[in-house]
């Protein structure tokens, strides 16, 4: 069964980094793309950061300068480090991957999330 997991969320103030974790079981190569999302409370999920199969990752707009997507391809994980943190980025953080079925179904898969709380 494939399993995302997350980690690396707490509690920091305002200015301070933290970097976040997405596990995967099995080869990170057997994801089309990964891909942070976050939902912070009463809104809707956003997308944060894609990184695809090959090559490097890309960051959204509003976050670009402040977060930087990467991956160890040995350890199977994907990061989001995330620094100078403000207080609108808390949210739950979620990894999700894309990657074919037996079938050739690209199929989602998601973790269950890291939360990151922002004080000002």
């Known amino acids: 069964q494939v399993q995302l997991v997350e980690s690396g969320g707490g509690l920091v103030q305002a200015g301070e980094s933290l970097r976040l974790s997405c596990s995967t079981s099995?080869?990170?190569?057997?994801?089309?793309?990964m891909t942070w999302y976050r939902q912070a409370p009463g809104k809707e999920r956003e997308l944060v950061a894609v990184?695809?199969?090959?090559?490097?990752?890309n960051v959204v707009e509003s976050v670009k300068g402040r977060f930087t997507i990467s991956r160890d391809n040995a350890k199977n994980t994907m990061y989001l480090q995330m620094n100078n943190l403000k207080p609108e980025d808390t949210a739950v953080y979620l990894c999700?991957?894309?990657?074919?079925?037996?079938?050739?179904?690209?199929?989602?898969?998601w973790g269950k999330g890291t939360l990151v709380t922002v004080s000002s």
């Open positions: 999700n991957g894309v990657r074919e079925d037996v079938t050739g179904h690209l199929i989602d898969h």
């Open positions: 099995g080869s990170i190569f057997n994801f089309n793309r």
């Open positions: 990184m695809p199969r090959i090559g490097s990752g």
